[in-house]
T-cell receptor, first 113, second 109 residues
Framework: DSGVTQTPKHLITATGQRVTLRCSPR?????VYWYQQSLDQGLQFLIQ???????AKGNILERFSAQQFPDLHSELNLSSLELGDSALYFC????????????FGPGTRLTVL | SQQGEEDPQALSIQEGENATMNCSYK?????LQWYRQNSGRGLVHLIL?????REKHSGRLRVTLDTSKKSSSLLITASRAADTASYFC?????????FGAGTTVTVRA
């Protein structure tokens, strides 16, 4: 158990819909990262937050957005969903930044029908 | 595009043998990390090697880093069935962690 929690574990929805994925980092970790893992794209970095502020952006679509709240939990919002958005979405946290290891949550499996 | 690229894509070995996988990356890095993923589950951090380090050990794991060749290798010694998993290298640069496509390792009993 990494100490990072993600909800829900599974999500099935239809094209065009909007969903919110939630992540609680390890106690004391200030950085939260979001990743998307799919068979064709592999593991892609989406976005990083540090203590509530956006720190870095990766291959995140404009239809996706995220935020980190004062209690350090984070949410990833995916809107106007397409079939190709079906993937595993991982959240990870670390103590400070990239100089440290990241601890991954169990992931949310999103299926868009 | 992905920074790290692993080689080989897949590896099948007998229990007790060593497994070696390689990773290449494209730009300057802060550090290089290796992770393990069991089928469909979250990634588990294995080892981190900083850009000014050349070799690091952790239990049965040995990692090397050659910044001049922009490459790293992960060696797992005396493999066990429980080592069956996908292994990813991740290059840390510019506030991002960029993962390779992974090496799938199967350890046969």
């Amino acid at each position: 158990d990494s100490g990072v929690t993600q909800t829900p574990k599974h999500l099935i929805t239809a094209t065009g819909q909007r969903v919110t994925l939630r992540c609680s980092p390890r106690s004391g970790d200030l950085s939260v990262y979001w990743y998307q893992q799919s068979l064709d794209q592999g593991l892609q970095f989406l976005i990083q937050y540090y203590n509530g502020e956006e720190r870095a952006k990766g291959n995140i679509l404009e239809r996706f957005s995220a935020q980190q709240f004062p209690d350090l939990h984070s949410e990833l919002n995916l809107s106007s969903l397409e079939l190709g958005d079906s993937a595993l979405y991982f959240c990870a946290s670390s103590a400070q930044g990239l100089l440290n290891e990241q601890f991954f949550g169990p992931g949310t499996r999103l299926t868009v029908l | 595009s992905q920074q790290g690229e692993e080689d080989p894509q897949a590896l099948s070995i007998q229990e007790g043998e060593n497994a070696t996988m390689n990773c290449s990356y494209k730009t300057s890095i802060n550090n290089l990390q290796w992770y393990r993923q069991n089928s469909g589950r979250g990634l588990v951090h294995l080892i981190l090697i900083r850009s000014n380090e050349r070799e690091k050990h952790s239990g049965r794991l040995r990692v090397t880093l050659d910044t001049s060749k922009k490459s790293s290798s992960l060696l797992i010694t005396a493999s066990r069935a429980a080592d069956t998993a996908s292994y990813f290298c991740a290059a840390a640069w510019d506030y991002k962690l960029s993962f390779g496509a992974g090496t799938t390792v199967t350890v046969r009993a």
